[in-house]
């Protein structure tokens, strides 16, 4: 794992990742040393145990019901306001299959969640996951995990105006180490 910044943990920020793997989400249990929440689909409920406590300390959503997006994001504001820092996968899922490349344009929430409160974005890159993990079978494969802790993007003063620059700052930054992982850029 590469720390070009290390996490306050007294700090609330809203952590964005590209999501290529169902392992990302393991991974950010053993990097981040917050007091965080998942913002993610709902389906993960249905997973026997796991979605149990999934559901129960994290923030779920349908993504293809517009009254939940709205829900999950009032909930992932309250969790920032109350010290919460959220993690979020941006692209709104497993969404590219054209690996390492990630799906663009970026959803907004969490960008959204970031300007209102006023907390910094840290974006991190998980360059592998994907060959480690296969997600037809989720059978895990031997190799060593690469994970980039990027530093945070500040949003004190950005207003919504700002948030199209601030989104695509962060894909950047999350994208172009991956490509450069590849040899791709």
């Known amino acids: 794992?590469?720390?070009?910044?290390?996490?306050?943990?007294?700090?609330?920020?809203?952590?964005?990742?590209?999501?290529?793997?169902y392992?990302?989400?393991?991974?950010?249990?053993?990097?981040?040393?917050?007091?965080?929440?998942?913002?993610?689909?709902?389906?993960?409920?249905?997973?026997?145990?796991?979605?149990y406590l999934y559901a129960r300390l994290n923030?779920?959503?349908?993504?293809?019901?517009?009254?939940?997006?709205?829900?999950?994001?009032?909930?992932?504001?309250?969790?920032?306001?109350?010290?919460?820092?959220?993690?979020?996968?941006?692209?709104?899922?497993?969404i590219s299959k054209n690996f390492p490349y990630m799906a663009n344009p970026l959803k907004d929430g969490a960008f959204i969640m970031a300007i209102q409160q006023q907390v910094p974005v840290v974006p991190m890159s998980f360059h592998n996951n994907h060959q480690i993990m296969?997600?037809?079978?989720?059978?895990?494969?031997?190799?060593?995990?690469?994970?980039?802790i990027h530093p945070p993007f500040e949003t004190v003063g950005l207003t919504m105006e700002d948030l199209p620059v601030l989104r695509e700052?962060?894909?950047e930054s999350i994208q172009n180490p991956i490509l450069a992982y590849y040899g791709l850029k």
């Open 59 to 94: 923030i779920l959503v349908d993504r293809s019901d517009k009254n939940s997006r709205a829900s999950s994001l009032s909930r992932s504001i309250r969790a920032l306001q109350s010290g919460r820092s959220i993690v979020i996968f941006p692209e709104g899922g497993i």
């Open 1 to 21: 794992m590469t720390h070009h910044f290390k996490p306050d943990p007294k700090q609330t920020y809203v952590f964005c990742a590209n999501h290529f793997s």
């Open 23 to 51: 392992v990302d989400i393991a991974v950010v249990v053993v990097i981040i040393r917050h007091y965080f929440s998942f913002v993610g689909k709902n389906a993960m409920k249905k997973i026997p145990l796991f979605g």
């Open 134 to 148: 296969d997600d037809d079978t989720l059978m895990m494969r031997p190799g060593t995990l690469h994970v980039e």
């Open 169 to 171: 700052k962060v894909f």
